[in-house]
């Protein structure tokens, strides 16, 4: 690991540390980018690949240190979650975009002003991205601004961020509200804003509406996740087997370290090529298990109610929760995906590499809770000894799904784990957004009303 020596450290609990990934691994990120942008059919909004550096590009990104500890036996935390203003993986994919959009400013002559639907960590990561190019001068708040839509559903999953200190970033850079039939409706809700306004608030404010739901957007700030395991936990010719174990909806995450790796077995410049592709393995919630279950090619088990329990039971197959208070449960709110394109990609690279899935309920977490503390304490990450204080699971989800499969033979003895740390926080470790700082709209036309008086503030 001698490679790793200029840019990586020890801090007591928390393994190795690569600093500032961002900015160590920014010729690597735009690599990733030109050839992301070489597959697309449709050209990005907003360009995918930075052409420079901003002299303030290092104080902005200096929040995407990745750690790597090794917490037992086999068994690594990939930490993506080390800033302390998002505490999830977003933060990367967020911090590159905004960069890409005061760098848009500074080539245009145009204000950028961004508009998110998010079930929560993707806005609240944006916006902390947002106030962090304002502090360190990327960009003025005159310049740029954010607009976030959150469905009722997620209200406990917002957070605050500088953004809310004054009255004036409050009125230019809002969080909206809106009770919705089902939460991913927020994202047609804004789609129609878009279509109907975005011409006119260019035209009247000089502000572009980026519209940020482009999966390419985290896909290339993803493919850092590949250059730090190459430094922390090379693979090996004699490396054991592995696989990379993700709380996932759509697996992006997984798909951008898949880029990565591809992009370091076609060669970069002094990084050394992995010489193999480790396995996938996916953990995903009941009310959203399609990634899991198209990757084994099955459906969800029958469950059984055991009165006395007051639970539901199933036996038939072990990827699936034994016990669970639903069989389709919602363990955190979230834009989990029914159906996602990119099942196919994913049981492709499966199918190559190895790997596998499981499904986990509550319970099953809320049993293994004391040993997923530990394993998380190991790496320097201290989870809420009371759960009901856990506003994101993802973390909790993933090491809960490596305790189980290891339970029940599903992951072979010597197979080695990495599992992604892809967000995990309290509301005393990242403050809840206050209810005064809201706004409500639950129609396109006052959502509207929101997004133009944002511009105009």
Not at 275 to 289: N, S
Not at 421 to 428: C, M, Q, R, V
């Amino acid at each position: 690991m001698s490679s790793a020596t200029s840019a990586t450290g020890r801090t007591a609990g928390a393994g190795q540390v690569v600093h500032n990934a961002l900015d160590r691994y920014f010729e690597e990120i735009r690599a990733a980018a030109r050839k992301v942008d070489a597959e697309r059919t449709t050209a990005a909004e907003i360009p995918l690949e930075l052409t420079g550096k901003h002299p303030s590009f290092a104080a902005f990104t200096e929040v995407t240190d990745i750690g790597l500890t090794q917490v037992e036996s086999r068994t690594h935390i990939l930490d993506l979650m080390r800033n302390p203003g998002a505490r999830t993986t977003k933060t990367m994919a967020s911090l590159l975009m905004i960069a890409r959009a005061a760098a848009h400013i500074r080539r245009t002559g145009e204000r950028v002003l961004l508009f998110t639907p998010t079930s929560g960590n993707k806005g609240t990561a944006l916006r902390d991205a947002v106030a962090r190019a304002h502090a360190t001068g990327l960009a003025t708040p005159d310049e740029l601004r954010i607009v976030m839509l959150a469905p009722e559903a997620s209200r406990s999953k917002l957070r605050d961020c500088a953004l809310t200190g004054e009255q004036a970033l409050r009125a230019a850079n809002p969080v909206v509200l809106a009770r919705v039939g089902q939460p991913a409706d927020v994202k047609q809700l804004s789609n129609e804003v878009v279509r109907r306004h975005a011409a006119e608030i260019l035209d009247t404010t000089g502000f572009r509406v980026w519209y940020t739901l482009d999966l390419d957007n985290y896909r290339i700030a993803d493919a850092a996740r590949a250059f730090a395991e190459a430094e922390l936990l090379p693979i090996t010719a004699d490396s054991a087997p592995r696989v990379h174990v993700h709380a996932v909806s759509s697996a992006f995450g997984l798909l951008g370290y898949h880029l990565g790796h591809q992009l370091l077995t076609e060669g970069l410049p002094g990084r050394p090529a992995p010489a193999w592709h480790p396995g996938f393995y996916l953990v995903q919630q009941l009310a959203t298990a399609d990634m899991v279950t198209s990757l084994l090619g099955t459906k969800l088990p029958d469950y059984s109610y055991d009165e006395t329990a007051g639970a539901w039971r199933q036996d038939a197959a072990a990827e699936f929760p034994a016990v669970t208070d639903d069989p389709r449960e919602v363990i955190d709110p979230t834009f989990y995906t029914k159906e996602p394109p990119t099942r196919a990609q994913v049981n492709e690279i499966v199918a190559r590499h190895g790997g596998g899935g499981i499904v986990v309920s509550r319970r099953e977490c809320l049993e293994h809770f004391d040993r997923v503390r530990a394993l998380a304490a190991a790496a320097g990450i201290e989870i809420a000894a009371d759960p009901a204080l856990i506003r994101e699971w993802s973390l909790v989800k993933a090491l809960t799904g490596v305790l189980l499969s290891r339970e029940r033979g599903l992951l072979a003895p010597d197979t080695e784990v990495v599992v992604h740390a892809s967000g995990y926080y309290s509301d005393e470790l990242l403050p809840a957004l206050r209810e005064e700082h809201l706004t409500r709209a639950d129609t396109v036309d006052g959502l509207a009303r929101a997004v133009l008086a944002a511009a105009h503030a």
